[in-house]
């Protein structure tokens, strides 16, 4: 089963529900897919015992085959491409934006004349191992890095999650928001349990979460954070949708502290185990697992 | 030559557009005869690389130089190669911008 976990809103307890779900299940996997700033491997504490590089396909292109046709620069979503025509006896060619190329590959499969390579362009990495803190059980680990100054998350996001693996029970870090790292990170997913905390921010960020899951067609619940900290509205909103309220994090020191010390609530928060192993019983058994 | 100018509107009198990419209007002047067309920027609102296309416009608009003083750093590399000149200019109109460039007082950037 693939759980993840996701937030409209940064800063809701993401990573802290999540760390602390690893360790209260058996057989885990956690992926960290917040690659613009994985943070779970503080509270996993894991050993790495591999990385890869994480690469984009971008064109490489040999100007000696190239007529200067074109189709490449057209098809060019993201205009990676400019084609400069021979002209006054100079030699034209293709100028490639590294940057702006999504690689998607379209201009190496059209070109007619086969003068379009990929290169692998690195703008992340891949880390994987496994975490045996005292007094927990054993959790597989996978997070990804994006390198500092790049901009697609995505592609990195995939490469952590090809290490997916299906005997465990995944559960995905997710990155904070709505927008297309938190749709790669969320596809394929059985479950999305969505953390939010009872403010006006919250809400209105939940409310995008929602609007998200529904068009991706993922069963979903709410996990409210520091429940004590805030207004009613985001469980009457909860209740006037429909959606299921899965748990509730009390708004606590211990809980804050324990954080601070990269320890997961699990060790402070005595009850938390048994309130989490209910709801994931309850989730696997509303979804037939 | 045909000599390109950003602009705001598509007359001789509107003000030169100063942003390359995002401009409003793109002129074609030939500067022999002053003749000229224009085009709107259909690729203004675009969110990737438009400096990238509207500079692959003006190459093959075979235009040989470009009055605009707020040219991105991909959109200056494309019209380099394309052996298009760049020149700073903006605070006028098109009709001023093409006079300045006959009288030799438009200077290239760095």
């Known amino acids: 089963m693939i ?27 956690l992926l960290d897919c917040d690659v613009e700033e994985p943070n779970a491997h503080l509270f996993i504490q894991p050993e790495f015992s591999g990385s890869a590089d994480a690469t984009l396909p971008v064109p490489e292109v040999d100007n000696a085959q190239c007529d200067q046709c074109g189709i490449c620069q057209n098809i060019c979503e993201f205009n990676a491409l400019a084609v400069i025509p021979s002209r006054n006896g100079k030699e034209g060619g293709v100028m490639v934006f590294d940057r702006l190329c999504h690689g998607c590959g379209a201009c190496s499969v059209l070109c007619p004349r086969d003068a379009i390579t990929e290169k ?49 029970l995944v559960i995905i870090d997710a990155p904070p928001g709505t927008s297309c790292p938190v749709v790669e990170a969320l596809t394929g997913s059985d479950y999305t349990i969505l953390v939010t905390e009872p403010t006006p921010f919250g809400l209105h960020d939940l409310a995008l979460s929602v609007e998200l899951l529904e068009h991706m067609a993922i069963p979903y619940g709410v996990v409210i954070n520091r429940t004590e900290n805030g207004n009613s509205s985001v469980e009457e909103y909860c209740q006037e949708n429909g959606i299921e309220v899965l748990m509730r994090i009390p708004y606590s020191r211990q809980i804050a502290e324990a954080y601070s010390n990269g320890m997961p609530f699990l060790s402070t928060w005595r009850e938390s185990k048994t309130f989490i192993r209910q709801m994931i019983e309850q989730i696997m058994y509303s979804g037939g697992w | 030559m045909i000599l390109c100018v950003p602009a705001a509107g598509p007359d001789l009198s509107s003000p030169v557009d100063e942003k390359f990419g995002r401009c409003q209007y793109l002129h074609f002047i030939e ?80």
């Open chain 2, 31 to 110: 500067t022999d005869t002053l003749k000229g067309t224009y085009v709107e920027n259909t690729q203004r609102t675009g969110r990737h690389g438009v400096g990238v296309q509207v500079a692959q416009r003006v190459v093959d608009e075979g235009a040989g130089a470009v009055i605009c003083s707020r040219v991105g750093p991909n959109a200056m590399e494309v019209l380099k190669t394309g052996g298009v000149r760049v020149y700073e200019g903006g605070d006028c109109t098109v009709q001023e911008a093409v006079a300045l460039y006959h009288e030799n007082r438009l200077s290239q950037p760095e």
């Open chain 1, 120 to 168: 692998h362009r690195k703008i992340g990495s891949v880390q994987w191992g496994t975490a045996a803190r005292n007094g927990f059980p054993r959790v597989e680990f996978v997070h990804g890095t994006l390198d500092i100054g790049q901009a697609l998350a995505p592609p990195v996001i995939r490469q952590v999650k090809q290490h997916l693996n299906p005997e465990k």
């Open chain 1, 3 to 29: 759980l993840s976990v996701a937030s409209g809103k940064g800063g809701t307890g993401k990573t802290t529900l999540a760390t602390s779900l690893a360790f209260a299940m058996d057989n885990v996997q």
